[in-house]
């Protein structure tokens, strides 16, 4: 009896753990996904599928280098105009400032003279003021009076008096008017001062924007890894003159027509060349195959360190404020179109202004002609 109890007891758990296990089997465990659970299968590339995922890695790095390339060009473009606008603008400032120091110099001269002529009118005056004083000109005036005997001779007497009185008058107006001059003089050179510090204020920041553009169009140019300022001759046919040249600055540069500018410090008081602003250090080259007839290692003059070269074109040429020139140089070495002969700076009286080479262009080793036209032909940018 008590086995059949135990037995059916047995036989109900039983009857209960297959009831569970047939209701997860049929409702819980088809619900849950067992996809992750299973191992990854290895996806096996053939050599053609490497080969195109390959060309199309490479495709779209070099699409993304050419969008690179195009907006450094395009800054490079950017920059470059900028570049000539600042320094036809520094060009004119420099200008103003030479003619505001010309006028400076006049202004000084005119208020030195004047204020010579007020020293001495104001010693006449003051000389004639200690002659009233003390020469008891009233007993004279009254004795003068007293020996009158006729009408005509005190008519005489009169205009005397009269003439001495204008000259007096004439001698403190006179005075008067040169003070008033002094002070006018004076304003006008206290205002063209004033005016010279702000142009000059100017001129600097000019030349300071000119630096800074300059640095950024190298640093373009490194990025870009290609030169725009590859050595080519280049053919200018200007006027009676043919001339093919090489541009004279290896690097980024700016330049205006500034020929014929006012310049004080040399002859004819005019630019005779251009001026062509670069960083210092910038390679200076040959423009032409010739022979060096002067070569200047030692800042002297106003050109300081300079060169000049006779082309075999029968021009001369002359290069200007370098900061140095290349070793083993010396007159009558012959050079190539091309080849470096030295670099950029601001010696000699350049020293206030910024680095450039300062270029001109001599035919037949006469008077220079303007530069400008061929320079914009042989210039590659």
Partial sequence: MAYNMKFKKCVTKLIAIMVMVFLATSIILPSISFASLKPKKKIIKT?????KAKAKAKKKKEQAKKQALKK??????????DLAKITIEYNQAYTELYQLERQSDVNKKKLDITA???????????????????????????DMILNIVDFDQLV????????????DADLVKDTKDLKKKVANRQHSLDTVKNQKFEVFKNVEQ?????????ESQKLVSALLSKD??????????????NISLVFPVQGPHSYSDD????RGDIPGGQHQGNDIFALTGTPVVAVTDGILTKVSYEETGLGGIRFWLMGKDGVHYYFAHLSRIAPGYKAGQV???????????????????????????HPGDGSPINPYLFLRAADIY
Avoid at 118 to 141: C, G, M, P, W
Avoid at 206 to 214: S, Y
Avoid at 228 to 241: C, H, S, T, V
């Fill in 228 to 241: 725009f300022w590859l050595l080519q001759k280049r053919e200018a046919n200007i006027g009676k003159y």
């Fill in 47 to 51: 050599a053609a599928q490497i080969k």
């Fill in 72 to 81: 450094l060009e395009e800054k490079q473009k950017r920059l470059f105009a």
């Fill in 206 to 214: 000019k030349a300071d924007a000119i630096r800074r553009n300059l």
């Fill in 116 to 142: 010579i002529e007020l020293d001495i009118k104001q010693e006449n005056l003051n000389k004639r003021a200690v002659a009233l004083y003390t020469s008891q000109e009233d007993f004279l005036l009254a």
């Fill in 335 to 361: 050079v190539h179109a091309g080849q470096v002969i030295g670099y950029v700076g601001n010696t000699g009286d350049a020293r206030t202004t910024p680095p450039h080479l300062h270029f001109e262009m």
């Fill in 259 to 262: 020929w014929g500018e006012p």
């Fill in 156 to 167: 005489s007497e009169l205009k005397f008096l009269r003439l001495i009185a204008l000259q």
